[in-house]
Each structure stands twice: as C-alpha cells, then as structure tokens.
C-alpha cells in the first residue's frame, strides 16, 4: 500500500453587511469590493460547498513537496467546475523547468525542443481536455475546435 498526502477542500461562503452611500448600485458594489475590512464578518455553514480534492502527493507530509499527482476527475471539483490547481501550475511549471534556457539569449537546440514539447503538449491536452469535461456542462461559452 502507498501513503499520499490529500488536500480536500470546501468552500465555506463568508459575509458581511455593510451600508455604503454611494452615487448609484454599481458605485456601492465597487465601494464594497474595495472594503478590506471583514471585521463583522459572518460564516454560511448551510451555503457551504460539497468536499473535494485540491491536490495529492505521495509520501507523508508531502503537500507542496514535490510533483503533485493526478487527482481523478470525479474528486477534482467542487459540484464538477473547480478544477485542480495544482495540476495546472505542475503543467505550466514541467514546461519552465525543462528549459532554462530560455531564460537567456543563447540559441537552443531546435530538435531537443521538438522532442520535449511533443512529450509536454501531450500532457498540456490531457489537463486542457480534463478542464473542458467539467466547464462545459455549467458554461455558457465553450471554446470549440475549427
């Protein structure tokens, strides 16, 4: 059996009433918005959201660590559209780290890169389409391919 450190999640809304004099509705919610005070704030316990998984790691103790894992799709979200976050910035980061190189004017093997990129693309598409199965049922404005 292995051991994995799990991050599960859920949202708890927070509240607060505040009057404001404004000019009008949409210079109150700025107004409100900009307000960092939270000092009466008061926590929804009945709005609070269903559980899920915001990231796993293997090891003990290891959140933040080292590589996230994969969190399956069916624990990846709050009611299906929050997805992992962790997943995504391990994409984006494979991508930084791999090549450093970039971060100077020195030329870069072109070959070396083709083969990288066709191997981190195939990754990038997995996360991408994994993000597309939850948006897509609760989004008015999903992208589709020409």
């Known amino acids: 059996m292995a051991i994995f450190t799990v991050e ?13 004099v ?3 509705v949409a210079h109150a919610c700025r107004q409100a918005i900009a307000d960092d005070d939270w000092q009466h704030q008061k926590k929804d316990y009945e709005s609070s959201g269903s559980t899920y998984i915001t990231g796993v790691w293997r090891g003990a103790d290891a959140a933040y660590g080292n590589a ?14 929050v997805l992992s976050t ?3 910035l391990a994409t984006l980061n494979a991508a930084i780290e ?5 971060d100077c004017d020195d030329v870069v093997p072109g070959a070396d890169l083709v083969d990288w990129f066709g191997q981190w693309r195939s990754t990038a598409k997995g996360v991408a389409e994994a993000a ?3 948006l897509a049922p609760n989004s008015d404005t999903v992208r589709q391919r020409a």
């Open 8 to 20: 599960a999640t859920y949202r708890l809304p927070i509240f607060r009433h505040t009057t404001y």
């Open 22 to 24: 404004a000019r009008d």
């Open 68 to 81: 996230a894992e994969t969190v399956p799709d069916e624990f990846a979200g709050e009611d299906g559209i």
């Open 86 to 88: 962790h997943q995504l």
């Open 98 to 102: 791999a090549w450093p190189q970039f």
């Open 132 to 134: 597309q199965r939850h």
